[in-house]
């Protein structure tokens, strides 16, 4: 059975776990070592029993604890040849740690398949991930997206639970504190995903054979997390799909509250 939980989301940092009850990976390393191994202890879930985290990409709240924990249990590190140049320029990661490219590959680790796909972020070579797990439950993680792209739709169309940002309520980040170019860059193509954006790739996921939505990477100071629920609920509603009967939707909170979701 798959196991995902995300132990940390938002600005402030991420990490998603996927297992199958006996070994596991994690998707991005956003907080400190100390923080990840007492939420993955919490849990219940052995920090050894992971073989290798997947980086998304290289800034600060996807990565501030990888160096340390990463190299603590000599995890491989995972990531697009433009991340691990960057984590390697930046101090993150350097030669006498496991690091290996993913571009275009599917790679097994935990008994998982893992492939990467491209997103949309202003950085250096971002990526989402798909895994597979041996009874053929597919996960998607997809944060930090500044569009859906075609290439990003086929990749996460299919799976049973998705991972997806919804950062920000549109009318909350433009009448907000932020300064003009920083609300430029989080609307931009390469920035970050609304609520209504995420939203409304959601129906074609349902149709697709998704049951299970987890919504990521809400900004604290631009959303929250029943605003994030109500608009996707009410798109999915629009289209006649059912909370409870055709899909399970839920908010990660930015801080260890979530309970693994096995299925």
């Known amino acids: 059975m798959a196991r995902v939980c995300p132990l940390f989301s938002g600005s402030a940092g991420n990490c998603v776990y996927v297992g199958t009850g006996e070994h596991g990976i994690l998707v991005d ?7 990840i191994e007492n939420s993955l202890v919490s849990r219940n879930i052995d920090p050894k029993s992971i073989s290798a985290v997947f980086i998304t990409h290289e800034h600060s709240d996807h990565i501030s604890g990888l160096r340390v924990f990463a190299g603590r249990y000599g995890m491989k590190i995972y990531a697009s040849k433009g991340t691990l140049s960057s984590l390697v320029k930046s101090g993150h990661a350097d030669s006498s740690m496991s690091l ?4 275009g590959k599917t790679v097994c680790e935990s008994d998982m398949q893992i492939r990467s796909f491209k997103t949309s972020h202003d950085s250096a070579e971002s990526f989402g991930y798909v895994i597979e797990t041996p009874d053929d439950r597919k996960i998607a993680v997809s944060t930090d997206l500044g569009v859906i ?18 950062n920000h ?3 909350m980040l433009s009448s907000g504190p932020y300064p003009y170019y920083l609300k430029r860059r989080i609307l931009s193509n390469f ?12 129906p074609a996921l349902v149709s697709g ?11 604290r100071e631009n959303n929250l997390p029943e605003l994030a629920y109500e608009t996707a609920v ?4 629009h289209y006649g799909m059912d909370a409870g009967e055709d899909y399970i939707l839920s908010v990660a909170s930015p801080e260890c ?6 299925f």
């Open 29 to 35: 390393a956003g907080v400190s070592a100390k923080r």
């Open 100 to 103: 290996n490219i993913i571009n």
């Open 149 to 166: 792209t075609e290439d990003v739709l086929y990749n996460i169309c299919g799976c049973d639970m998705v991972v997806l940002e919804s």
């Open 169 to 171: 309520d549109v009318a």
């Open 191 to 202: 920035g970050h995903l609304s609520n209504d954006a995420c939203a409304a790739v959601l």
């Open 209 to 219: 054979g998704a049951t299970r939505f987890i919504l990521a990477h809400l900004s």
């Open 234 to 237: 009410a798109e999915l509603n």
């Open 257 to 262: 509250l979530e309970k693994v979701t096995v």
